[in-house]
């Protein structure tokens, strides 16, 4: 079993620093708002007295709640439920049984009332916006959903995607799902082999492949790619070129013009609750990747939810999430259109033509919602960006942040060099449930470093290793309740074996999602990163998060990696990984400068047995930097071994964790290990 942090002895610290608060007018006009009178009204109960008088009626009371969710959003049943929540047991829940839905009716509504209104806004790096009105998506979507039935096309049948982020993406997305049809997408910059693992998984009927993208300037042509997974992938029946670069299509696969022209009606097939709507990924660096099977109807009133009460979007509202369609995000910012939000899909790096390309486009597209990820506010951060000075931010009224904890450091520059009133909504959750289990809410304060709120209907605890909920205390991320939009099944997972060794094997029962978290006694939370990875200094548990959080505000720290080895004298070994800014190089004075910031800013427990200078971090696809494989790689393991090379961004910086641990096992024995007394030494409990 996972053992925690060991708990402090101290009260609990005061207060940090509140950076914004929401006004009177806020508060009043936020959806949650209206939301949590209407329940009140239609059910008879007491004004709920606050947020979290609201959170715990939302987790004690499920069925009332996610009705009142159908309620509220007027959720469209083509068969009634004959219930709610008919099992709650983990795993295994079982929502709405009998009710019968379609997600792309809800996603393509406000088409019905409001055609010439824009739906989405492509922009790429030209930075020039083009719009599609909610009209002319219906069409497209009709379009293609009648010409994937004339191929034979039907319930059940897997359509994979290898397009960026591009409105073609979003139409065949919604033509799958109105279909029955199962969607799943990579993105273009994935390598072959990487959306091999994934595909051959689930046997695609049709394959939907740009020829290339454009990204930092240049043309990518991935017609080879593109060529090969045809050859191996045998079940796909039918190829649909998206000519992207302009290159025609090639021999055997159909034009993507072909078939999204005429006009055709709406057939939005009637599908139960809990039908696959598309098959999202883990990172997938030590195996092969998790194909996660997530429902139309879970993720149908999870994104209503998310987006409409946590995130506070409506119609009216740009929605601007910076993604790819590798990244569960992309799948999140189409759920936008579910509550009648245009969607804003940039399609390009995240640092071209300039640094601050993000927030141009937030700029140019009138976003009023605007995501990024945590190392991106960093990055800006650290380069002096000042978007507030260089932007005409002034429609933005919400920044979220997910993908990895956003420092105190982060939180701050927000507010002094990006926007001073905007409401920072950062947030955590996963692929696994396709949104955030906590994160942002309209109508409270933000706190320096922390996380608002747990999510309503998100039952989050922090537990510690005997499966104990604590305060003010660091634990494990558990679930004590199910979420409808939680995986349905894992692809090709036979008695769900896979599944419950994801989620389960350590509390029984109980979803572990595999972070540590500190829930406050005022009810928000600060994530410390992944448990899995955790460092354990004799005997006490430490994330990773903080060592990154200090060391990377050293303006000459691009990026850094902390892993724990296990030696086999029983010792412990505890190297960081920096990869020194240009022109920089690691000398003695700077190893003594992270030091002492890691000493006096975290504790001298996490001092680095070593500092390594490193020519990079090993990152997955979408971003996140990889501890677990350069564990594996620093004790002996072979690369082959350690790490699925599909999944990683670099293998040619991972060879250099590689070779390092290679040396170390030929050395038969580990280099020389610090005094466990003196000045360097972690105090001794």
């Given at each position: 079993?996972?053992?925690?942090?060991?708990?402090?002895?101290?009260?609990?610290?005061?207060?940090?620093?509140?950076?914004?608060?929401?006004?009177?007018?806020?508060?009043?006009?936020?959806?949650?708002?209206?939301?949590?009178?209407?329940?009140?009204?239609?059910?008879?109960?007491?004004?709920?007295?606050?947020?979290?008088?609201?959170?715990?009626?939302?987790?004690?009371?499920?069925?009332?709640?996610?009705?009142?969710?159908?309620?509220?959003?007027?959720?469209?049943?083509?068969?009634?439920?004959?219930?709610?929540?008919?099992?709650?047991?983990?795993?295994?829940?079982?929502?709405?049984?009998?009710?019968?839905?379609?997600?792309?009716?809800?996603?393509?509504?406000?088409?019905?009332?409001?055609?010439?209104?824009?739906?989405?806004v492509h922009i790429d790096e030209t930075l020039v916006p083009r719009d599609v009105t909610w009209g002319e998506l219906r069409r497209r979507t009709a379009a293609f959903a009648h010409h994937l039935r004339e191929l034979g096309v039907g319930p059940g049948d897997r359509v994979a995607a290898y397009l960026p982020n591009i409105p073609e993406a979003v139409v065949a997305l919604l033509a799958c799902a109105s279909i029955g049809a199962v969607w799943s997408s990579c993105a273009p910059d994935f390598g072959a082999r990487s959306v091999l693992d994934r595909l051959q998984q689930i046997e695609p009927a049709v394959l939907i492949a740009a020829d290339g993208y454009r990204y930092a300037g240049k043309e990518i042509d991935r017609r080879a790619e593109v060529a090969e997974l045809r050859r191996e992938l045998p079940t796909v029946r039918h190829t649909v070129h998206v000519p992207l670069l302009g290159t025609p299509a090639p021999d055997g696969a159909l034009a993507w013009d072909d078939l999204v022209k005429g006009e055709h009606e709406d057939d939005?097939?009637?599908?139960?609750?809990?039908?696959?709507?598309?098959?999202?990924?883990?990172?997938?660096?030590?195996?092969?990747?998790?194909?996660?099977?997530?429902?139309?109807?879970?993720?149908?009133?999870e994104h209503l939810k998310h987006n409409a009460l946590h995130l506070d979007l409506g119609p009216g509202d740009r929605f601007f999430w910076f993604t790819s369609t590798g990244w569960m995000m992309w799948n999140l910012l189409v759920g936008g259109l579910l509550v009648g939000s245009t969607i804003v899909l940039y399609d390009g790096s995240p640092g071209h033509p300039g640094p601050d390309v993000q927030w141009t486009v937030a700029e140019r597209t009138g976003a009023t919602v605007y995501g990024t990820s945590a190392a991106y506010v960093m990055a800006c951060r650290k380069r002096g960006l000042r978007p507030r000075e260089t932007h005409d931010l002034a429609k933005v009224r919400c920044i979220g942040t997910t993908g990895s904890p956003l420092p105190p450091d982060g939180f701050r520059w927000v507010y002094e060099d990006a926007a001073p009133d905007v409401w920072l909504a950062s947030v955590s959750g996963g692929?696994?449930?396709?949104?955030?289990?906590?994160?942002?809410?309209?109508?409270?304060?933000?706190?320096?470093?922390?996380?608002?709120?747990?999510?309503?209907?998100?039952?989050?605890?922090?537990?510690?290793?005997?499966?104990?909920?604590?305060?003010?205390?660091?634990?494990?991320?558990?679930l004590t309740a199910p979420m409808p939009s939680m995986p349905t099944r894992f692809w090709n997972d036979p008695d769900n074996e896979r599944y419950k060794a994801s989620y389960f094997d350590t509390y029984p029962g109980v979803w572990r999602h595999g972070d540590w978290i500190t829930v406050t006694s005022r009810g928000t939370v600060v994530v410390h990163g992944r448990s899995d990875s955790t460092l354990n200094r004799q005997g006490v548990r430490m994330g990773s998060a903080d060592i990154y959080e200090a060391v990377e505000r050293i303006p000459e720290i691009a990026e850094s990696l902390v892993v724990g080895i296990e030696q086999a004298d029983g010792g412990y070994w505890m190297p960081l990984f920096v990869v020194p800014a240009p022109g920089i190089e690691l000398d003695d004075a700077l190893r003594e400068r992270i030091k002492h910031v890691i000493r006096t800013e975290v504790s001298?427990?996490?001092?680095?047995?070593?500092?390594?200078?490193?020519?990079?971090?090993?990152?997955?696809?979408?971003?996140?930097?990889?501890?677990?494989?350069?564990?594996?790689?620093?004790?002996?393991?072979a690369l082959d071994d350690a790490v699925n090379p599909g999944s990683v961004d670099d293998m040619e910086v991972l060879g250099f964790y590689a070779r390092l641990g290679a040396a170390r096992s030929a050395a038969k024995a580990g280099p020389e290990q610090p005094p466990q007394a003196g000045p360097e030494a972690p105090p001794q409990e």
């Open positions: 079993m996972t053992a925690v942090p060991e708990p402090s002895a101290e009260p609990p610290a005061a207060a940090p620093e509140i950076l914004w608060r929401p006004s009177e007018e806020r508060v009043r006009t936020a959806r949650i708002t209206d939301f949590a009178a209407r329940v009140a009204e239609d059910r008879g109960l007491e004004p709920f007295a606050d947020y979290a008088d609201l959170w715990a009626w939302s987790v004690s009371e499920p069925d009332a709640f996610w009705g009142s969710v159908c309620a509220y959003f007027d959720v469209a049943f083509s068969a009634p439920p004959m219930r709610i929540l008919a099992a709650a047991d983990m795993p295994g829940a079982t929502w709405f049984p009998g009710a019968r839905l379609n997600y792309a009716r809800h996603a393509l509504r406000r088409a019905e009332t409001h055609p010439d209104e824009t739906a989405l939005f097939e009637p599908v139960d609750f809990d039908y696959p709507l598309w098959i999202l990924y883990s990172s997938g660096t030590t195996g092969l990747p998790k194909a996660i099977v997530q429902g139309h109807g879970g993720i149908l009133l692929t696994d449930v396709c949104s955030a289990f906590i994160g942002g809410v309209p109508t409270l304060p933000v706190h320096l470093g922390e996380l608002q709120a747990r999510h309503l209907g998100c039952a989050v605890h922090a537990w510690d290793e005997n499966g104990n909920p604590v305060v003010d205390q660091v634990g494990e991320l558990v001298p427990r996490h001092v680095p047995d070593e500092i390594i200078a490193a020519p990079g971090v090993p990152h997955t696809l979408t971003g996140k930097r990889i501890e677990i494989p350069v564990k594996k790689l620093l004790q002996g393991r």
